[in-house]
């Protein structure tokens, strides 16, 4: 139990449905995370939200929509997914937002896997 | 921009005997640097960090990791393996900014052999 807990742990979706990812951390933390795993390629930085704003969307298509409306919880909203979206979807918490705590490590959740068909 | 390359995809050894996994670095300014590890259906778990200070840095579930400046490299190293290590490691590096934001390599399958 890292703290961090990720819902659902498995989505199945088709191309034109609509869905969200939830993510919810208990740990006191003002940041938050979405990476992307995919199979033999780098976890992939989403999206970082710091003190409930986001500080970094990284060229991620729009139909992926964060939204964090408290520090505790932290949204992937999905619409008109394509097969290659399918993915292992890790939310991450840590404590550090503007101003400084920023050597502490990331806590991650169990992670959402996402199949589109 | 901050990188990190791990140059094995998978690394076999027999329990018992020590086990690395390889990472280097690339980086502008002190690297914080980073070991996570990934057991089968799980999320990642943080296994130690380089901050500062001595080489060698000592983390969770008997895992070590030596940071050599002149290499670049940050090695994972382990005296005797476990059946129960075989996972997804990844090395890390913090990209800098105002928030924990690391940049991951693409992982390295440790698998032990009893």
């Known amino acids: 139990e890292t703290g961090v807990t990720q819902t659902p742990r498995h989505l199945v979706m088709g191309m034109t449905n609509k869905k969200s990812l939830k993510c919810e951390q208990h740990l006191g933390h003002n940041a938050m995370y979405w990476y992307k795993q995919s199979a033999k390629k780098p976890l992939e930085l989403m999206f970082v939200?710091?003190?409930?704003?986001?500080?970094e969307n990284n060229s991620v298509p729009s139909r992926f929509s964060p939204e964090c409306p408290n520090s505790s919880h932290l949204f992937l909203h999905l619409h008109t997914l394509q097969p290659e979206d399918s993915a292992l979807y890790l939310c991450?918490?840590?404590?550090?937002?503007?101003?400084?705590?920023?050597?502490?490590?990331?806590?991650f959740g169990e992670g959402s896997r996402l199949t589109v068909l | 921009a901050q990188s990190v390359a791990q140059p094995e995809d998978q690394v076999n050894v027999a329990e018992g005997n020590p086990l690395t996994v390889k990472c280097t670095y690339s980086v502008s300014g002190n690297p914080y640097l980073f070991w996570y590890v990934q057991y089968p259906n799980r999320g990642l778990q943080f296994l130690l960090k380089?901050?500062?200070?001595?080489?060698l840095v000592k983390g969770s579930y008997g895992f070590e990791a030596e940071f050599n400046k002149s290499q670049t490299s940050f090695h994972l190293k382990k005296p005797s393996a476990l059946v129960s290590d075989s996972a997804l490691y990844f090395c890390a590096v913090r990209d800098g900014g105002a928030t924990n934001k690391l940049i991951f390599g693409t992982g390295t399958l440790l698998a032990v052999q009893p």
């Open positions: 991450a918490s840590s404590q550090g937002g503007t101003g400084g705590g920023v050597t502490g490590e990331l806590f």
């Open positions: 380089y901050i500062t200070g001595d080489n």
């Open positions: 939200y710091s003190l409930e704003e986001r500080v």
